[in-house]
């Protein structure tokens, strides 16, 4: 079988577990990388290097505090808005149903708190979404927020753990988590219009979901209490009878 | 006692040992994901190293190879009862995990730890 593409070998043994796992997040093989690039391409990479070494061994001393990280970047159809000096867009990351053996240990969104454009700058945040936010005076920065860690002179990462627990669905009916990205304009009240639509929210927000794999554990703890209690429910004299 | 049992009794696998060369231990072997046609969507590590267990059981199953009763009494059986049940086989005992960076087809980044990958040892069940 040497030359037949992986994917169909692994088809062929479907009921495998870690085979499931990868058909379920390998790509086709016609499809070629996605392209990723940039910051959330490069913050991984950064992760990465810190969990493991170059051969993939995984570092005694690492801090991630997960076995597994995934990255999600934002809808691309969100909603853009634009209020006096403020620009704000609605951003949608899509969350998949909770797996069983996964266990969310924290979420976190890093996104840029400074952005540069045409002469301007701009100081942005990120906000939970909440059905009240876009009334009164607008917007609170921070106020009921999580509070933001700054991790370069652009970026920034925050909290968001709790709000991911929280159910939403956007029109769809994909479970998504919903956070407004807002920006305001630090030189001048001039109302700068374009820089908005030819910025992707690609490039402004990701999410960091963290979670631990409890299917080992459990898997292997099952039957041996189990079956070692049933053991020792019928008949405790047995075992030591059958030692002797 | 068992292993004493064993040592005494003439059998063919005692003359199918071979040199000690041959018994079973572990290999290491590379491979690269471009190799298993996964390098579409695995962005590290680029080399994966899973290594291998090849070599014959011998008849005496000593300690250092980590073999469990059921191993030891299989090889009686095939010795002393009926050839026809196998001996035990050359396999992995130990394992580790392997940490792996990919794209997923949505265009998310996973970093992802899995377990038993890398083949440490072996052993003969």
């Not at chain 1, 920065?141 to 933001?148: A, E, F, I, L, Y």
């Not at chain 2, 396999?91 to 899995?114: Q, R």
Request: charge should be positive; include cysteine; hydrophobic fraction near 35%.
């Amino acid at each position: 079988k040497v030359g037949q593409p992986s994917t169909a070998l692994l088809e062929e043994a479907p009921t495998l577990p870690l085979i499931q796992k990868l058909l379920e997040e390998a790509p086709g093989e016609q499809q070629r990388k996605p392209r990723v690039l940039g910051h959330p391409l490069q913050y991984m990479l950064d992760l990465y290097q810190r969990s493991a070494d170059a051969r993939g061994h995984p570092r005694e001393n690492r801090t991630i505090g997960a076995t597994m990280v995934r990255l999600i970047r934002p809808l691309t159809n969100v909603a853009k808005q634009l209020r006096g000096p403020w620009h704000i867009q609605t951003l949608d990351f899509p969350l998949r149903p909770n797996q069983v053996a996964y266990q969310l240990v924290r979420a976190t969104v890093v996104y840029r708190h400074q952005i540069h454009l045409a002469h301007f700058y701009l100081s942005c945040h990120l906000e939970p979404w909440v059905q009240k936010s876009l009334t009164n005076h607008f917007p609170s920065s921070g106020r009921g927020s999580p509070k933001p860690f700054l991790l370069s002179n652009a970026w920034t990462e925050m909290d968001v753990t709790q709000h991911v627990q929280q159910r939403h669905w956007n029109h769809k009916g994909l479970r998504v988590l919903r956070l407004h990205f807002m920006c305001q304009q630090q030189k001048g009240s001039e109302v700068l219009d374009l820089w908005w639509h030819g910025t992707s929210s690609l490039d402004t927000a990701f999410l960091l979901l963290y979670f631990n794999d409890t299917h080992k554990s459990v898997q292997k703890a099952k039957p041996l209490t189990r079956g070692l209690e049933k053991f020792m429910e019928r008949d405790s004299s047995l075992l030591l009878r059958k030692a002797r | 006692q068992a292993g004493n049992t064993a040592s005494e009794v003439p059998g063919p696998s005692w003359r199918n040992d071979g040199p000690e060369r041959n018994q079973c231990s572990l290999y290491p072997f590379q491979v690269s994901f471009r190799q298993l046609g996964w390098d579409h969507w695995i962005i590290a590590p680029h080399l994966y190293t899973p290594n291998y267990c090849k070599g014959a059981c011998p008849r005496v199953l000593h300690y250092g190879l980590n073999s469990p009763n059921h191993a030891i009494i299989q090889n009686l059986v095939n010795e002393l009862v009926d050839q026809s049940v196998p001996q035990p086989s050359c396999v992995p005992y130990k394992y580790v995990p392997i940490s792996i960076l990919l794209i997923e087809a949505n265009g998310n980044i996973l970093y992802k730890e899995y377990e038993d990958m890398i083949a440490q040892s072996c052993t003969c069940r």
